[in-house]
């Protein structure tokens, strides 16, 4: 088994709806580099494996919440990684509104430069807000996004190996030749491009590739192309059923299911006692006290999931059939799916729901003392579940600097998680092999010449 790993979510201000605004915190500063580089380096100091940083290129609707998606992820960890050495970073980009070889070419600059730190979240961008700020063009079908994502990733990583990293002693011939740098020739139905990439093979083969599918479309993506899945998950069941069917369209592809990571995202509210980390859930989500904390969820579940009635009791069990997804739903299907196998599982009501889930009805949250939370993550990595978290944070730094000083410290008590950074590279660290680069291809016309 690998070691137990972690993420943290630094975008926005936390994951509290009132965390931008909190007493005693600068209310803007999801625009202040400063704040995301001393996310980093708490992190840092936590030896956490990576930061996240999710994106949507268009300004959030909800103007009650900071936004969580300011600076271009790859402008920003190239900050990061010049001031902050060992953190590695999840860097969202949008198989959608990007262009292969651009891409390829950044995230393999990145890589590089940083040492191999580099994560890959590949999105097909489901918000016709970000299709507006692209053209005039409607924001394509779900079934066609993920047709362009496939052949997408499939070309970046062919980029990717298709120069050798220049090792060894000076050559005898020319820098390279058909043997070392390899035109991909890739003529697919969406994308026509030769090569090869004008940056070599970096520290890490290439990048780590990472994939949040929920849906049949997305588990099979992921199975084909991703090395850590970062998933909504509310129960051990869920996450062994979801191992399972990653593993299962793994084999289709010619790979194998322990080659793949699943990093469930996991909310962490802390306090000193398990009542008072209730209390914080509902100050920081603006509710005064749990039954207002219960009818934030049921309106943010009714927006979507439209069979949810309107008079819904708290305490009573909800029923699995109010949460179905379809083909043609904004929202992503895998949270709800996540939603419909729980409650269907342990029927859950509204008033357990939120202690699970949040007000916003996403990811897993566990509420309680940092040796709760801290039980709650070994309990799922020792049992084989996950191989760890991407944690996210209602208030940021005050609950990053939390989690890295009172939770980090009894996972390595418990011997569970490093003390130090034992691998320079993400690949190291999450023990995910190390691709090689594919020989044949062709050379570039006077490709050894001038």
Do not use: C
Not at 166 to 185: F, H, M
Not at 238 to 251: F, G, K, N, S
Not at 383 to 411: C, K, S
């Amino acid at each position: 088994m690998s070691r137990l790993n972690l993420a943290v979510a630094v975008h926005g201000t936390g994951s509290g709806a009132l965390s931008w605004k909190w007493p005693g915190t600068q209310w803007n500063r999801f625009n202040d580099f400063a704040f995301y580089r001393r996310s980093a380096e708490i992190a840092r100091s936590g030896v956490i494996d990576a930061v996240f940083v999710s994106d949507h290129p268009a300004l959030s609707r909800d103007a009650h919440r900071a936004p969580t998606h300011v600076f271009d992820p790859t402008v920003l960890f190239a900050a990061i990684a010049g001031a902050v050495p060992d953190i590695g970073f999840v860097l969202t980009a949008s198989s959608t509104y990007s262009a292969p070889y651009d891409l390829a070419r950044k995230l393999a600059s990145l890589d590089t430069i940083s040492g191999g730190r580099v994560i890959w979240n590949v999105v097909a961008n489901f918000n016709p807000d970000i299709a507006a700020n692209f053209g005039s063009a409607p924001l394509p079908d779900r079934a066609e996004r993920y047709r362009r994502a496939d052949e997408f990733i499939e070309v970046v990583k062919k980029l990717w190996l298709s120069w050798d990293t220049p090792t060894g002693d000076v050559p005898d011939g020319p820098l390279w030749d058909e043997t070392t740098a390899r035109t991909i020739d890739h003529h697919g139905d969406l994308f026509d491009v030769r090569g090869p990439l004008n940056v070599p093979v970096g520290p890490q083969g290439h990048p780590v590739i990472s994939q949040a599918g929920g849906s049949p479309r997305g588990i099979d993506l992921a199975a084909r192309h991703a090395e850590i899945v970062y998933a909504a998950i509310l129960s051990k069941a869920e996450a062994d059923t979801y191992r399972r069917r990653l593993a299962e369209r793994a084999v289709v592809h010619g790979r194998s299911g322990g080659d793949i990571r699943l990093l469930p995202g996991l909310g962490v509210v802390l306090g000193d006692t398990t009542a008072e980390a209730y209390r914080r859930q509902e100050a920081l989500e603006g509710a005064g006290d749990e039954d207002a904390l219960v009818a934030q969820l049921l309106t943010r579940l009714r927006k979507n999931n439209p069979l949810l009635p309107a008079d819904v009791d708290a305490d009573r069990p909800l029923r699995p059939e109010w949460f179905t997804s379809t083909d043609d739903q904004g929202r992503p299907i895998g949270f709800t799916q996540a939603l419909h196998d729980v409650i269907a599982e342990e029927e859950l009501t509204a008033r357990r729901l939120v202690r699970r889930v949040g007000p916003a009805g996403g990811h897993r949250v566990v509420v309680g003392t940092p040796r709760e939370v801290a039980d709650d993550i070994i309990d799922w990595w020792s049992g084989g579940h996950v191989a760890g978290f991407n944690v996210h944070l209602p208030l940021l730094h005050e609950d990053l600097d939390r989690f890295v000083t009172q939770v980090v410290p009894i996972l390595q008590a418990e011997g569970v998680y490093p003390t130090a950074y034992e691998e320079p590279t993400i690949r190291g660290r999450f023990g995910l092999p190390t691709p090689a680069p594919v020989s044949g291809g062709a050379a570039l016309p006077d490709l050894a010449v001038g």
